[in-house]
């Protein structure tokens, strides 16, 4: 016998649920089917019962839209001899239609009924099991009943002819345009479908999907859906398209109108009959219909919402629940509300004036919150209650002595305590950014919970709109994990000791478009230790005002971004050399090696030679800091001009170097030396003493110096104005990235195309891919002379290729490198 026969039936439908909600396929469902008669029975109801289900509004179902559609297949093959309507028949291949002609060329049609076209043709006769009698959620889309192997478009003339009769109420738009007409050939299936499955089980169904276009025959048999609980009308094509006639009106636009208002009367009638039982309502757009696309206007379906009861003690409010939630925003229990997600301004959440501070207040479990701006008074009122907890804490509670020192952190106990008072907001996403008064209340009022925190700002091409100063007034946010905040044009100011605030931070993503700036504005950030980080994207002045020092807590950080802003795709900003030398402090680390601690001296006043006067002195980089786990390195502008490649040997993981230098400033030029290549012995210990040869040639190393060695990098890639000569490219490339796979420069010079060619096969074995900015000109015979082909020419008899393609500036076309130089 099965093992999982013999298991309890219990302990069967348990691992059955399981494989509901953990799986992206119902593949391991129905591969259960043909395991036995008892198995197969306990299996059914999961696949026939949940595929379709609905969650206030959300489809939850592990069953993809192929899945799917074999099985409305399977279920409309048991309604086989029940009888379907003739387009069901031919649009599925149940039944073909062949024309003869007799002696006297007159046509005939001879129908035949296949019930042997494919793989699931035998399943009613095979089967001793009613599918239909598992279901209870049907709610189908357009998508989900292609017929296998065939398209909703483009029918066969059997199955146009069968459609006829369908059009006749639509002619006034049918007739008078061939291609809607097509289109709606595939929505005429649908509603047949769906009438098809559904008319039979009606007394079953707790959720039901309505094209509005068919909605008069559920009308019809109200008095049958007696468990129906959810209710979602589909504005298919018929609303959904409207075709502008000759006339200037829109031909269907009546009609359109009739089916929407249509379904304020179904919702009073099954209240009426079944007063209590319907709890949802939803209205979605699945149609997929193409040119003109009118959706239902806001005030029909505010109607048909007034009509729908409260939500009741809903957990989620997002798009497909919302404006039933909003319709009775002050009658809906909201205590239960775990998500809040909504991409509505907070001016169209209602249809009538609300307090939206009260609406967020009810919601006393909320842990996700994904919204617009709600307006920098938005979250007032939870600033209010987390000062109330703690002037309570501290005249009554535990927290006495606690607050007195400091009166904006918990002990472990309160934090407990308030929990139980304040509401648990854990993931908050700002779509929109507003105002700082808004980020810093949520910061303050949610310290204790909060552990995402992503905001953007998406709109705003004013390049004189001003900054957000982020980060005043935030309190200690322990379990905080993602910081995330785009400011798009407004210059992110960053309080010096806002990531003093987050110390579990994993993923830190500051991004502004900061471009032009003057060095005697950059104030720098506070030393944080971030010890938890994973993921560090700066972009703007969150990268020009970021404290170097804080690297030396970061062992654990993989990801690496450090750049400012482009004003176009090929341009970045760099100051003048002389002025962004002069902005950094002394030779100073900025932390002390022993201690960890700040040490950079205060921050002067001091002219220079050149007349440029600094109020503000940066901490200088050192470049030296042990990143065990770093796999990806992008830095950009100052940050790659100023790059020292002797951080290198602290990052023994990373696999991919991005330095973009690009800049419209003249004199900005990098070149690459010798110097570059080594550092003082002991310079870092990485564990790599075995590794005592880099290949290069040890001709160039001087003495007493220890050649810097990415063992891991596989991909470099140089970008700006940057100069290697011939003498420097080969140690620099073999020798230093001996493990190199994919090299890529864009604007690089100083090399030769023979010299790169020469440490191509000469340290480029395990090469893959080489693209060079040099501009290649067809037909160029000095290509074939440095051994390189093009993959469409014939190489000379005998010679052997490399295994890497190179690639060149304004050329599609990959070349071959041969082993050696080919001479005439």
Same mark, same amino acid.
């Given at each position: 016998?099965?093992?999982?026969?013999?298991?309890?039936?219990?302990?069967? =439908?348990?691992?059955?649920?399981?494989?509901?909600?953990?799986?992206?396929?119902?593949?391991?469902?129905?591969?259960?089917?043909?395991?036995? /008669?008892?198995?197969?029975?306990?299996?059914?109801?999961?696949?026939?019962?949940?595929?379709?289900?609905?969650?206030?509004?959300?489809?939850?179902?592990?069953?993809?839209?192929?899945?799917?559609?074999?099985?409305?297949?399977?279920?409309?093959?048991?309604?086989?001899?029940?009888?379907?309507?003739?387009?069901?028949?031919?649009?599925?291949?149940?039944?073909?239609?062949?024309?003869?002609?007799?002696?006297?060329?007159?046509?005939?049609?001879?129908?035949?009924?296949?019930?042997?076209?494919?793989?699931?043709?035998?399943?009613?006769?095979?089967?001793?099991?009613?599918?239909?009698?598992?279901?209870?959620?049907?709610?189908?889309?357009?998508?989900?009943?292609?017929?296998?192997?065939?398209?909703?478009?483009?029918?066969?003339?059997?199955?146009?002819?069968?459609?006829?009769?369908?059009?006749?109420?639509?002619?006034?738009?049918?007739?008078?345009?061939?291609?809607?007409?097509?289109?709606?050939?595939?929505?005429?299936?649908?509603?047949?479908?769906?009438?098809?499955?559904?008319?039979?089980?009606?007394?079953?169904?707790?959720?039901?999907?309505?094209?509005?276009?068919?909605?008069?025959?559920?009308?019809?048999?109200?008095?049958?859906?007696?468990?129906?609980?959810?209710?979602?009308?589909?504005?298919?094509?018929?609303?959904?398209?409207?075709?502008?006639?000759?006339?200037?009106?829109?031909?269907?636009?009546?009609?359109?109108?009739?089916?929407?208002?249509?379904?304020?009367?179904?919702? /009073?009638?099954?209240?009426?009959?079944?007063?209590?039982?319907?709890?949802?309502?939803?209205?979605?757009?699945?149609?997929?219909?193409?040119?003109?696309?009118?959706?239902?206007?806001?005030?029909?379906?505010?109607?048909?919402?007034?009509?729908?009861?409260?939500?009741?003690?809903?957990?989620?409010?997002?798009?497909?629940?919302?404006?039933?939630?909003?319709?009775?925003?002050?009658?809906?229990?909201?205590?239960?509300?775990?998500?809040?997600?909504?991409?509505?301004?907070?001016?169209?959440?209602?249809?009538?004036?609300?307090?939206?501070?009260?609406?967020?207040?009810?919601?006393?479990?909320?842990?996700?919150?994904?919204?617009?701006?709600?307006?920098?008074?938005?979250?007032?009122?939870?600033?209010?209650?987390?000062?109330?907890? =703690?002037?309570?804490?501290?005249?009554?509670?535990?927290?006495?002595?606690?607050?007195?020192?400091?009166?904006?952190?918990?002990?472990?106990?309160?934090?407990?305590?308030?929990?139980?008072?304040?509401?648990?907001?854990?993931?908050?996403?700002?779509?929109?950014?507003?105002?700082?008064?808004?980020?810093?209340?949520?910061?303050?009022?949610?310290?204790?919970?909060?552990?995402?925190?992503?905001?953007?700002?998406?709109?705003?091409?004013?390049?004189?709109?001003?900054?957000?100063?982020?980060?005043?007034?935030?309190?200690?946010?322990?379990?905080?994990?993602?910081?995330?905040?785009?400011?798009?044009?407004?210059?992110?100011?960053?309080?010096?000791?806002?990531?003093?605030?987050?110390?579990?931070?994993?993923?830190?993503?500051?991004?502004?478009?900061?471009?032009?700036?003057?060095?005697?504005?950059?104030?720098?950030?506070?030393?944080?230790?971030?010890?938890?980080?994973?993921?560090?994207?700066?972009?703007?002045?969150?990268?020009?005002?970021?404290?170097?020092?804080?690297?030396?807590?970061?062992?654990?950080?993989?990801?690496?971004?450090?750049?400012?802003?482009?004003?176009?795709?090929?341009?970045?900003?760099?100051?003048?050399?002389?002025?962004?030398?002069?902005?950094?402090?002394?030779?100073?680390?900025?932390?002390?090696?022993?201690?960890?601690?700040? &040490?950079?001296?205060?921050?002067?006043?001091?002219?220079?030679?050149?007349?440029?006067?600094?109020?503000?002195?940066?901490?200088?980089?050192?470049?030296?800091?042990?990143?065990?786990?770093?796999?990806?390195?992008?830095?950009?502008?100052?940050?790659?001009?100023?790059?020292?490649?002797?951080?290198?040997?602290?990052?023994?993981?990373?696999?991919?170097?991005?330095?973009?230098?690009?800049?419209?400033?003249?004199?900005?030029?990098?070149?690459?030396?010798?110097?570059?290549?080594?550092?003082?012995?002991?310079?870092?210990?990485?564990?790599?003493?075995?590794?005592? &040869?880099?290949?290069?040639?040890?001709?160039?190393?001087?003495?007493?110096?220890?050649?810097?060695?990415?063992?891991?990098?596989?991909?470099?890639?140089?970008?700006?104005?940057?100069?290697?000569?011939?003498?420097?490219?080969?140690?620099?490339?073999?020798?230093?990235?001996?493990?190199?796979?994919?090299?890529?420069?864009?604007?690089?010079?100083?090399?030769?195309?023979?010299?790169?060619?020469?440490?191509?096969?000469?340290?480029?074995?395990?090469?893959?891919?080489?693209?060079?900015?040099?501009?290649?000109?067809?037909?160029?015979?000095?290509?074939?002379?440095?051994?390189?082909?093009?993959?469409?020419?014939?190489?000379?008899?005998?010679?052997?290729?490399?295994?890497?393609?190179?690639?060149?500036?304004?050329?599609?076309?990959?070349?071959?490198?041969?082993?050696?130089?080919?001479?005439?």
């Amino acid at each position: 016998m099965d093992p999982l026969s013999k298991l309890p039936p219990e302990c069967l =439908q348990h691992i059955l649920q399981i494989l509901v909600n953990d799986n992206t396929s119902i593949s391991s469902l129905i591969a259960l089917l043909s395991t036995n /008669k008892y198995i197969a029975s306990m299996t059914l109801p999961y696949i026939y019962g949940d595929i379709n289900k609905l969650d206030e509004g959300c489809a939850v179902s592990p069953v993809k839209n192929d899945q799917r559609a074999c099985l409305v297949r399977m279920l409309l093959q048991q309604l086989f001899d029940e009888g379907l309507p003739e387009v069901v028949l031919l649009s599925y291949g149940f039944k073909t239609v062949s024309t003869t002609y007799d002696g006297e060329d007159n046509a005939t049609s001879n129908d035949t009924y296949n019930r042997d076209d494919d793989e699931f043709s035998s399943a009613r006769a095979k089967s001793p099991f009613d599918y239909l009698a598992f279901v209870r959620h049907f709610n189908l889309d357009l998508e989900h009943i292609i017929p296998k192997h065939r398209s909703l478009y483009g029918h066969s003339p059997q199955v146009t002819e069968a459609l006829e009769p369908h059009f006749s109420a639509y002619d006034e738009i049918f007739m008078s345009r061939r291609a809607i007409r097509q289109v709606f050939e595939g929505a005429i299936i649908y509603w047949q479908v769906c009438w098809s499955l559904a008319s039979p089980i009606l007394e079953q169904l707790e959720s039901l999907t309505i094209p509005l276009a068919d909605i008069q025959r559920y009308m019809g048999v109200l008095d049958r859906l007696e468990r129906l609980e959810h209710v979602r009308f589909n504005l298919d094509g018929l609303f959904a398209q409207r075709y502008k006639a000759k006339d200037g009106h829109y031909a269907i636009f009546n009609h359109a109108i009739r089916s929407a208002q249509a379904m304020v009367p179904f919702i /009073k009638e099954h209240n009426r009959l079944f007063e209590g039982r319907l709890q949802f309502v939803s209205v979605c757009d699945t149609g997929k219909w193409w040119e003109v696309s009118a959706m239902c206007s806001e005030e029909i379906l505010w109607e048909v919402y007034r009509a729908s009861p409260p939500l009741h003690e809903p957990k989620h409010l997002c798009p497909t629940n919302w404006m039933q939630f909003a319709a009775h925003a002050l009658s809906t229990d909201l205590d239960y509300v775990v998500t809040l997600t909504t991409r509505r301004p907070t001016v169209d959440w209602f249809d009538r004036p609300v307090d939206v501070q009260n609406i967020l207040s009810r919601c006393r479990s909320l842990k996700e919150l994904s919204v617009l701006s709600v307006g920098k008074d938005g979250f007032k009122w939870a600033v209010q209650e987390k000062k109330a907890m =703690q002037d309570r804490l501290y005249r009554y509670g535990e927290g006495e002595h606690t607050l007195l020192h400091n009166p904006t952190t918990l002990s472990p106990l309160e934090m407990d305590q308030s929990k139980h008072i304040l509401v648990p907001l854990s993931n908050v996403r700002i779509a929109e950014f507003g105002t700082a008064e808004e980020i810093d209340d949520i910061a303050f009022a949610f310290s204790q919970t909060l552990e995402i925190f992503t905001v953007n700002k998406y709109s705003g091409q004013d390049l004189f709109i001003p900054a957000h100063y982020i980060g005043q007034g935030w309190v200690k946010l322990p379990f905080l994990t993602t910081l995330s905040f785009r400011g798009c044009w407004n210059r992110l100011v960053i309080d010096r000791d806002l990531l003093l605030h987050c110390p579990s931070l994993v993923d830190l993503e500051l991004v502004d478009f900061t471009f032009d700036y003057n060095c005697s504005d950059i104030v720098s950030c506070s030393v944080a230790s971030l010890t938890r980080l994973e993921k560090l994207q700066l972009v703007g002045w969150p990268a020009l005002t970021f404290h170097p020092g804080t690297f030396s807590s970061t062992k654990r950080i993989k990801y690496l971004r450090m750049s400012t802003a482009s004003d176009d795709e090929d341009t970045r900003f760099i100051p003048p050399l002389e002025e962004l030398e002069l902005s950094f402090g002394s030779d100073a680390i900025g932390v002390s090696a022993t201690t960890g601690q700040e &040490s950079t001296p205060a921050a002067t006043a001091s002219p220079v030679a050149s007349g440029i006067h600094f109020v503000n002195m940066r901490p200088r980089w050192s470049w030296d800091w042990l990143l065990p786990h770093l796999k990806t390195l992008e830095l950009t502008s100052e940050f790659a001009q100023r790059f020292q490649f002797r951080m290198l040997q602290g990052c023994p993981s990373l696999r991919s170097l991005h330095l973009d230098n690009t800049t419209y400033e003249d004199d900005l030029r990098r070149v690459l030396t010798t110097d570059d290549l080594f550092v003082a012995p002991g310079f870092s210990d990485l564990g790599n003493q075995d590794n005592t &040869s880099s290949g290069a040639d040890e001709g160039v190393k001087p003495s007493s110096l220890e050649r810097i060695v990415a063992w891991k990098v596989s991909q470099l890639i140089l970008t700006g104005d940057w100069s290697i000569d011939d003498s420097v490219l080969g140690p620099f490339l073999w020798g230093m990235f001996p493990c190199l796979q994919e090299f890529t420069e864009s604007g690089v010079g100083g090399y030769t195309l023979s010299g790169m060619m020469d440490v191509i096969r000469i340290g480029g074995r395990g090469w893959k891919e080489v693209t060079s900015s040099r501009l290649h000109r067809d037909g160029d015979e000095e290509m074939k002379e440095l051994g390189l082909y093009s993959v469409d020419d014939d190489l000379p008899k005998g010679v052997e290729v490399l295994d890497v393609e190179v690639f060149f500036h304004g050329c599609s076309t990959a070349f071959r490198v041969t082993e050696e130089k080919v001479c005439d």
